[in-house]
């Protein structure tokens, strides 16, 4: 399909459906029958978009930039999964169609622009077209997820979320010195430990670096884990760390180390007592 070059109103109608028949679904579930008392998010692990919007507008090369996607993340989320044996839900399109940790009225959710890119597709975008964009992909990752919590109380279990994405290596020209950045907003249950293990074994880790989790400018930690009080983390991997399937093993290795003894603790499955 060529590559699209004009305007919105030259795309698919919005009440058209937007996921075809040789789309991917909008969401994956990994090792659903794991009983780890955990979870593994993934919101960015793929650059796909649906042929009717026809590559947004991108090049190739421009889809394989970390606008488009967080690179390696789903490869060490799956692994890591069953390294935890814990279930994984992986939202399977690129944030650039709608970005799944976004607030759907936050003005990044359907970005115009990226990191100096302009993606044509977005600008001008009608309120029709974001909500088929919502209703096609962002509702249907995150009703996955609330299945799953569901699934666990089913069980009688209050599970851990542990949230995988990945950052460039350079910002601004800046090298970013972390090796991996361990996120949290006030409940550290989870991170205060992965982040002492990950140190004892030699990484250089960022504490709410290279961003922090309590700007509270995402959607998947803070709905599902942190108003609920659910112990939670958001794992920032740096892009080099992860760019082939050996430094993806590799990490995934590192942090399912680190984490299983955290989630082994009996004492971190409960309410945290400052939830909303």
Not at 81 to 95: C, G
Not at 103 to 112: E, F, K, N, R, V
Not at 131 to 154: D, M, N, Q, S, T
Not at 231 to 251: C, F, H, Y
Request: hydrophobic letters at 45%; one cysteine or more.
């Amino acid at each position: 399909m060529a590559p699209y070059n004009g305007t919105m109103h030259e795309l698919s109608s919005p009440d058209a459906p937007l996921i075809g028949a040789d789309d991917p679904a909008p969401v994956s579930v990994h090792n659903g029958n794991g009983r780890a008392s955990a979870i593994v998010l993934c919101d960015h692990g793929s650059n796909a978009v649906p042929k009717a919007l026809r590559g947004l507008g991108l090049t190739e090369r421009e889809l394989h930039l970390h606008i488009a996607w967080d690179v390696g993340a789903a490869s060490v989320t799956r692994r890591l999964a069953d390294a935890l044996d814990a279930p994984a839900v992986l939202a399977n399109y690129s944030r650039l169609v709608v970005d799944c940790n976004r607030p759907l009225d936050h003005p990044t959710s359907i970005a115009s622009e990226s990191d100096g890119v302009r993606i044509p597709a977005n600008i001008a975008v009608t309120e029709a077209e974001a909500r088929r964009r919502a209703e096609a992909i962002f509702w249907p990752y995150h009703r996955k997820i609330g299945a799953g919590l569901a699934g666990f109380a089913v069980r009688g279990v209050l599970p851990a979320i542990v949230s995988v994405h990945s950052f460039t290596a350079t910002l601004g020209g800046h090298r970013r010195p972390w090796q991996v950045g361990v996120l949290w907003d006030r409940d550290d249950r989870v991170a205060a430990p992965l982040i002492a293990a990950l140190r004892a074994g030699g990484m250089e880790v960022g504490d709410n670096h290279p961003y922090s989790g309590r700007m509270r400018f995402g959607y998947s930690i803070e709905v599902h884990a942190t108003e609920c009080g659910l112990p939670n983390v958001l794992i920032e991997l740096r892009e080099d760390m992860v760019a082939d399937e050996e430094g993806q093993a590799r990490m995934a290795a590192a942090l399912a180390g680190a984490l299983l003894p955290v989630l082994a603790d009996p004492a971190l499955y409960a309410r945290w007592a400052g939830a909303e």
